[in-house]
């Protein structure tokens, strides 16, 4: 689920963006406001996907630890589950406003919409 659902969600979007392109036959423009909601939004689910492996490794270890205290029936509690799958979201969505308010986010050569100069990065 920490990886199954930014990967959803960052593909979902792409993929409606760039059909939508295609159909209206331009490019994206450097001015254009859906370019700039797009680059938020894909920032946000690239921190969101990142975070992915650290989610698994983190309940994995929990899981090791109390298999190892001799627990063998532990499962994670759904308020825990739903705070660690939420919290890369917001994390990424987060820093997707600080790295907007800062400029860098936007067309690039109007090709996508992502960042808008790499030599930033």
């Known amino acids: 689920m920490a990886n199954l659902i930014p990967d959803f969600v960052y ?6 963006f760039h059909f939508s392109n295609l159909l209206h036959g331009s490019e994206t423009q450097g001015s254009w406001r ?4 797009m680059a938020f939004l894909t920032y ?5 996907t ?4 650290v989610i698994v490794s983190a309940v994995t270890y929990f899981r090791l630890k109390k298999l190892g205290d001799g627990y ?3 499962t994670i509690s759904t308020p825990v589950l739903a705070l660690l799958l939420l919290l ?3 994390l990424g969505l987060v820093l997707a406003l600080v790295v907007q ?3 860098y986010l936007g067309s690039y050569r109007g090709l996508y919409c992502y960042a808008n100069n790499w030599s930033h990065f």
């Open 101 to 103: 308010q800062d400029g």
């Open 50 to 53: 990142f975070c992915g492996p």
């Open 88 to 90: 890369p979201w917001v």
């Open 72 to 74: 063998v029936s532990w």
């Open 11 to 16: 593909s979902t979007i792409y993929f409606l």
């Open 34 to 37: 859906p370019c700039d909601a």
């Open 44 to 48: 946000g689910i690239v921190i969101a």
